[in-house]
């Protein structure tokens, strides 16, 4: 009954933040995950690896429609996604590969790192530096295996780091959000799998598969949406200086929180 009633909300609220805020879901639902698991008294460590594998499979769900929607709008750099490809694959099954050999510590410590790097991006206003060409074959088959291992690394769907690189080779922003999209659905999908593979949470946890918890998966796949939809609307009325500034506040809580276990 407390998975029936707690993880829709947790997909609730993850998809009304990130329709508020215009994040990806992996970095809501991750430590929203770890709260909730938590409450059901999961080991803390299980918890951590539960919450990145079943975020990553929710994205693989969610993040089909996304790049659907770019496709169509004719903002899907097709070239920089074979490129890429390669290596998103297999840095998504090395990131959780990874994240299973490293201690639960050492792994929230890696997070809480990230997310306070995230912040200070947002707050200081970080932007690509001097712009570039796109590299060569053998660059983008790297640059994708470093986006897919950290991406799959922290459950999250790579447009964090994705469009970055993407904009600092040039390439539109409108093209490296909808490319990133689409990049987006290949590290879900493998590192999904993976982490299927590799956990063992089964033997503890009821309804799960390796590192995926099927009633949270299906609890935000079935609410973030509609969840999202809210978030968005309500971001239409609020100015993008403060949804900024409270999604920075809110990396930093996490951050810190992870930080200290």
């Known amino acids: ?26 970095v ?7 709260m909730a698991l938590g409450w059901q008294q999961v080991d803390a460590d299980l918890a951590l690896r539960l919450a990145v594998g079943t975020s990553l499979a929710t994205i693989a769900i969610t993040s089909i429609s996304s790049a659907r929607a770019h496709y169509l709008h004719g903002n899907v750099r097709k070239d920089c996604v074979w490129l890429l490809l390669p290596g998103l694959i ?23 790192v990230f997310f306070l790097l995230l912040a200070t991006k947002l707050l200081i206003g970080l932007r690509p530096g001097r ?9 983008m088959i790297f640059a994708g295996g470093s986006i897919g291992l950290a991406s799959a690394l922290f459950g ?10 993407l904009e600092r080779c040039s390439v539109p922003m409108r093209q490296a959000v909808g490319t990133s999209a689409a990049a987006g659905i290949p590290i879900a999908v493998v590192g999904a799998i993976t982490a299927m593979w590799v956990g063992n949470a089964s033997e503890t946890l009821s309804w799960a598969t390796g590192y995926v918890y ?6 935000i796949v079935l609410l973030s949406v509609p969840g999202a939809r809210a978030g968005a609307l309500i971001a239409s009325w609020l100015p993008d200086s403060l949804l900024k500034r409270v999604f920075a506040v809110l990396l930093i809580v996490v951050g810190l929180k992870f930080l200290m276990g």
């Open 1 to 26: 009954m407390t998975s029936i009633t707690l993880y829709p909300l947790v997909g609730l609220l993850a998809g009304f933040l990130a329709g508020l805020l215009g994040i990806g879901g992996g």
């Open 28 to 34: 809501v639902v991750v430590p929203l995950l770890v």
């Open 90 to 112: 297999f840095g998504a099954i090395g990131g959780v590969f990874l994240g299973d050999a490293l201690s639960g510590r050492v792994l929230s410590l890696l997070l809480g």
């Open 131 to 139: 712009e570039h060409s796109l590299p060569g074959r053998k660059g």
């Open 156 to 165: 999250i769907g790579g447009g964090t780091l994705t469009v970055p690189f």
């Open 214 to 219: 099927w009633p949270a998966f299906i609890g």
